[in-house]
């Protein structure tokens, strides 16, 4: 009975020992779990820090490239404008060649109406 006895005390501390190794285990698994999570809550933060960079990075993509056909578009314009004042400018110098034309014919014609008057005149 004694070897009973002593067996079953043995046996006893063999499950005492095996409870506190698996409530140990459990224990870390929990504490392995908690840390998964809350790395798993901070990637998807990351994952949503990312993503929401990303959009914003869309936008201001199509932002800028609103901003460069815009930017395109006035070049467009100005170059017309240059030529359109490059035509202009001939435009003018040739105006002011007749102009300065019709002020020395009109001289001429004041000359010769002059002169006629001052013939009539004798």
């Given at each position: ?84 004042t ?35 005149a004798?």
């Amino acid at each position: 009975m004694e070897i009973l006895s002593r067996s079953l005390s043995e046996k006893e501390k063999d499950l005492v020992e095996l409870s506190t190794a698996l409530k140990d285990k459990d224990q870390s698994l929990r504490a392995a779990e908690k840390e998964f999570e809350l790395n798993k809550t901070l990637l998807q933060k990351e994952k949503d820090d990312i993503e929401q960079a990303n959009k914003d990075l869309q936008e201001s993509l199509a932002s800028l490239e609103n901003e460069k056909r815009q930017v395109d578009n006035a070049k467009e314009r100005l170059e017309v404008i240059q030529s359109e004042t490059g035509d202009l400018s001939i435009f003018e110098v040739k105006l002011k060649e007749e102009i300065d034309l019709v002020r020395s014919q009109n001289l001429e014609l004041l000359a010769e109406a002059d002169k006629l008057k001052a013939e009539k005149a004798k």
